[in-house]
């Protein structure tokens, strides 16, 4: 069993544009050396592309995170976001955290159905312990909403970084960590900080397009010190194959029961699916 806890999706009519934009991001940022001869991404970036995506990869759920940059188009991708949900595919909320109804935003997510929302600091121009960052946390956790955010650096967009390790520990200062995932395995190519300030702590991780970037030694110490029971799977499709990250995991010579937890079991007790 694997469920892939993040990738992205667009809707069909602007999948293609949207991808370019993306990748013409992570040209500008890393160089045309980067960019040249790597498939920059894996699926054409529309719901059918992760379908047969997940069927060449043998994932059995994917979860979908949108994200909101513009405020204006919070309810036209919620609304996509609720459209796309069958057996196999779920989709989160999101909004940006300083629209002025992102209460009521959260609380219309929440009546739907949905059980999480995404948040990208680094898109939203806002730290992730700014206090219009720390309400939304809060009030999704007592709504019962997961979040899952960007953390550390972000391979398309400039600095400053919103969401770095020692922000979120921040944050977690201000509320328990059940509800939060932080992707990225904690921060992007910051890994000595998620060591230095997150391990052990309440909060989830994810294992999303880390595979190039960190050493296989220092990610195996921090799922091994942090606790598998808290991260989760997820491939960041279409940047990452899943079937790539799930290679790399088990790379690590991880034990049967931390690689259960990780591709489905912490995954079923988040979602309620047990
Ligand atoms: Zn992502």
């Known amino acids: 069993m694997l469920i892939d806890f993040h990738t ?62 513009k405020m204006t188009q919070t309810e036209s991708i919620n609304r996509f976001a609720y459209g796309i949900r069958n057996q ?59 979040v899952i955010f960007h953390a550390g ?27 939060l995932i932080a992707a990225h395995l904690g921060g992007w190519r910051m890994w000595d900080d998620v060591e230095r300030y997150l391990l052990g702590t309440s909060i989830y991780l994810d294992t999303a397009y880390i595979r190039e970037y960190i050493d296989p030694v220092q990610c195996k110490r921090i799922i091994d010190a942090h606790g598998a029971d808290r991260v989760l799977f997820g491939s960041d499709s279409p940047w990452e194959n899943p079937s790539e990250t799930l290679a790399f995991l088990q790379s690590l010579a991880l034990t049967q029961e931390q690689m259960d937890a990780i591709t489905h079991r912490n995954a079923q007790r988040l979602l309620g699916l047990e």
């Open 8 to 69: 992205h999706i667009f809707p069909d009519a602007i999948a293609a544009r949207t991808l370019e934009i993306l990748v013409n991001g992570i040209r500008r940022q890393q160089g045309d050396a980067f960019v040249a001869g790597r498939t920059m991404h894996h699926t054409d970036g529309t719901l059918q592309g992760l379908l047969d995506s997940m069927e060449d990869n043998h994932v059995d759920m994917s979860i979908c995170l949108p994200i909101v940059t």
């Open 153 to 179: 650096a972000d391979i398309g967009l400039p600095p400053p970084v919103y969401a770095t390790p020692e922000k979120i520990r921040n944050v977690l200062t201000e509320m328990d960590g059940s509800h």
């Open 88 to 146: 196999v595919t779920q989709s989160f909320g999101s909004l940006h955290p300083l629209q002025p109804d992102w209460e009521q935003v959260l609380e219309q997510l929440a009546e739907k159905g949905f059980r999480g929302i995404k948040l990208h600091h680094q898109f939203q121009l806002c730290d992730i312990d700014s206090k219009e960052s720390i309400r939304v946390l809060k009030k999704a956790g007592a709504l019962g909403l997961l």
